[in-house]
């Protein structure tokens, strides 16, 4: 639940069956959870130690997506490289601006984004998407 794109099989189940031994979801899962699939079904899902299957699991946000199992390894992989091309400095700025949105207020995100548009607008990555786009070319981003 801490990662930042999931990519499941198909096959693959959730559980927490903490409450099954008399315990809670540790390692953060009260805190992720409720987030990932709202409160009632973090509840639910905590309360009764049910196994919730990889499509419903994607159904309810708790995963990004599904494929069949035998694509798995290649669908993460495809993923990785995806990510590894893009901006890392733009990645980073919308995993930080979409974490910090779900403590702001409106107005404080629009400073927040005003912020970092402005940061990355003067960047080297910025430049180079641009003349890329107009080139009609793929870009050669920095790394960090």
């Known amino acids: 639940m801490a990662c930042d794109l999931i990519v499941a099989a198909r096959s693959a189940s959730f559980v ?11 390692s953060g899962g009260v805190w992720l959870l409720p987030r990932r699939v709202g409160e009632a079904r973090a509840l639910g899902l905590a309360l009764t ?5 990889a499509e419903q699991a994607e159904a309810w946000g708790l995963v990004w997506k599904v ?5 798995l390894q290649s669908a ?5 490289v995806q990510l590894a091309q893009q901006p890392a400095r733009a990645i980073a700025a919308i995993k930080h601006a979409i974490r910090a949105a779900a403590n ?10 005003r912020d970092v ?11 180079e998407g641009i003349a890329a ?3 009609k070319c793929s870009p050669r981003f ?3």
């Open 117 to 127: 548009q402005r940061e990355l607008g003067d960047s080297h990555d910025y430049a």
């Open 67 to 71: 494929v069949d199992d035998e694509q």
């Open 133 to 135: 786009f107009k080139k």
């Open 104 to 113: 702001n207020t409106l107005d404080q995100q629009l400073d927040l984004e």
């Open 76 to 80: 993460a992989f495809k993923l990785a």
């Open 16 to 26: 927490q069956a903490f409450v099954k031994i008399g315990l809670v979801p540790d």
């Open 49 to 53: 130690g049910d196994k919730l299957g």
């Open 142 to 144: 920095d790394s960090l």
